[in-house]
């Protein structure tokens, strides 16, 4: 298990390009990057280059993939499969076990379209068809296709993973997204856990507001609602070889959840559910008025360029600390049993 960061918090704040990431990466202790694909596909000097620095840094590299979403995209599955074809051999030259992906739009667009061909069910029907047709070709260059978890539940994503059958298609398990489809992220992850291939280590809360449900985009590592300390333990004891690329934002997005569409979108809910989503909201409202967290006003008044070079080496020390954590206790209990 190692840790690194993904590239686009950083680079939206710096914009640095991936070389420029790489070595600020190294340098706030990350051993690894998500890098996006842009720019090495027809540049083989510039990928060259990357490949080099990867070497020189010791860095391990996971990278961006193609679309897959024939609802969303206005494409065929044909079309997207054509844009996927020149990465499988740069994601091998890069020696990126993953290509990672997503799946669908932003929950209070994606869940309540009702124009035919692009509704939730649609969605997912399209990204299993284009997922098939995927999977030989990735098994074919040995590089697994992961699909970011966002807009969809944890059952969705199962049905995706079941219908597609294939050890080279999975999911980057986004540890604080499951707040997007209002679940709870352990039992999210604990849901999806078999299909795992990558991560995105955040930690985040959510609160009310007149409007709906906030949700804070990012936060430092073990300082908000998502119980990483368990999540990160399930991972480990599914795949000790897991990446945990972290992925801290500083941004915040507003839930419908007084809209009874966006609501009517998610099916099964039980009191469980709901006790746990009460039980988020008041911890993110206690979070938020202790002062730990900062307002959507006293946000805007940050220096972000100041804050996250220290936030992201403190993010690295965390995510290393606990993954030392786990595995010295998982040895232990083995050399005990």
């Not at 669908?104 to 029907?125: L, N, Y």
């Not at 795992?196 to 990012?218: F, N, P, Q, R």
């Not at 070079?309 to 595995?327: G, Q, S």
């Amino acid at each position: 298990m190692k840790v690194g960061s993904d590239h686009i918090p950083l680079v939206s704040i710096f914009k640095w390009d991936s070389l420029q990431f790489m070595d600020k990466a190294a340098e706030y202790g990350y051993e690894g990057v998500l890098i996006p694909n842009r720019g090495l596909v027809n540049d083989k000097a510039y990928r060259q280059q990357v490949i080099e620095k990867k070497d020189e840094l010791g860095l391990y590299v996971e990278l961006g993939g193609g679309g897959i979403d024939t609802a969303l995209s206005g494409r065929s599955t044909q079309e997207l499969i054509e844009r996927w074809k020149p990465l499988f051999p740069v994601a091998s030259e890069l020696e990126s076990k993953v290509l990672i992906t997503g799946l669908g739009r932003w929950p209070w667009e994606g869940r309540v379209i009702k124009e035919k061909g692009k509704s939730v069910t649609d969605q997912i029907k399209g990204g299993i068809a284009t997922l098939r047709e995927l999977s030989k070709m990735a098994e074919d260059n040995q590089v697994a296709i992961a699909i970011h978890t966002s807009f969809f539940t944890a059952d969705e994503y199962t049905e995706i993973m079941e219908s597609v059958d294939s050890p080279y298609v999975g999911l980057c398990l986004d540890t604080s997204n499951a707040f997007l489809v209002l679940q709870d992220p352990v039992e999210f992850a604990q849901k999806v856990a078999p299909w795992v291939k990558a991560t995105h280590l955040k930690d985040s809360c959510i609160y009310l507001k007149a409007e709906g449900m906030d949700w804070l985009g990012g936060c430092p590592l073990g300082r908000g609602s998502v119980d990483l300390p368990v999540i990160v333990e399930m991972l480990y004891e599914a795949n000790p070889e897991i990446n945990l690329t972290i992925e801290d934002h500083w941004g915040r997005t507003m839930m419908p959840i007084l809209d009874k569409e966006f609501m009517n979108s998610f099916s099964g809910w039980n009191g469980a559910q709901v006790v746990n989503l009460i039980k988020h909201l008041q911890k993110g409202e206690t979070l938020l008025k202790t002062g730990l967290h900062p307002t959507e006003e006293e946000s805007k008044r940050i220096d972000w360029k100041l804050v996250f070079p220290e936030r992201a080496r403190y993010n690295a020390i965390y995510a290393k600390h606990l993954r030392d954590e786990i595995a010295s206790r998982t040895k232990s209990a083995k050399e005990n049993e």
